[in-house]
């Protein structure tokens, strides 16, 4: 089946780096983008950005202005493995990151629009 | 940024009850509309996408609706597995956003 399942829990000191993996199973991985969208404790749900392929082209991205200039997602097909590393960790950082897979609506392949599954969450926490 | 509000915020209901959930995009999304349903150390899960298609899997108590910019989450005959918090997602143009949820329990 479609599953998707990421790296374990990471603890991070301010000013720190964290990369997250997300590896893909049960479907043909470069035929589906993929979204990272966090979730800090007593709070909603956030979308960071997401990868795509769309044209044949490995690795389109679309990054939320909030993380722009600090966020990079990229994708290794060999592995079928997603990564998400955000750079400068706040406090404000620490969240639960989850990964997708993204869907397209009206069959056009540019933009994912809807997203399942959803990898089981990887906790971020950023501390002194 | 396209804003996404949800109403009500919370609600109490009991099994068996019918429960709506509406989420107000601050423009125009045509049917960009998704919904998730969220448990407290879970992954959330898509329930509807492209504002009432279910997706497969669900149950089909669970119902959306599209007029204008108003959107509605139905679930009919409300099971106890169903208690949780419920996300709206529009995908219409970037960033994509989300409603600040809904959380639903037990009467």
């Known amino acids: 089946q479609v599953q998707l399942v990421q790296s374990g829990a990471e603890v991070k000191k301010p000013g720190a780096s964290v990369k997250v993996s997300c590896k893909a199973s049960?479907?043909?991985?470069?035929?589906?983008?993929i979204t990272w969208v966090r979730q800090a404790p007593g709070q909603g749900l956030e979308w960071m950005g997401w990868i795509n392929f769309y044209n044949g082209y490995n690795g389109n991205t679309n990054y939320a202005q909030k993380f722009q200039g600090r966020v990079t997602m990229t994708t290794d097909t060999s592995s079928t493995t997603a990564y998400m590393e955000l750079r400068s960790l706040t406090s404000d950082d620490t969240a639960v990151y989850y990964c997708a897979r993204g869907r397209y609506q009206d069959d056009d392949p540019r933009n994912p629009n809807w997203f399942d599954p959803w990898g089981q969450g990887t906790l971020v926490t950023v501390s002194s | 940024d396209i804003q996404m509000t949800q109403s009500p915020s919370s609600l109490s209901a009991s099994v068996g009850d019918r429960v709506t959930i509406t989420c107000r995009a601050s423009?125009?999304?045509?049917?960009?509309l998704n919904w998730y349903q969220k448990k407290p150390g879970k992954a959330p899960e898509l329930l509807i996408y492209a504002a009432s298609s279910v997706q497969g899997g669900v149950p089909s108590r669970f119902s959306g609706s599209i007029s204008g910019t108003d959107f509605t989450l139905t679930i009919s005959n409300v099971q106890p597995e169903d208690f949780a918090t419920f996300y709206c997602q529009q995908s219409y143009t970037t960033p994509y956003t989300f409603g600040q949820g809904t959380k639903l329990e037990i009467k």
């Open positions: 049960g479907y043909t991985f470069s035929s589906y983008g």
């Open positions: 423009q125009n999304i045509a049917s960009y």
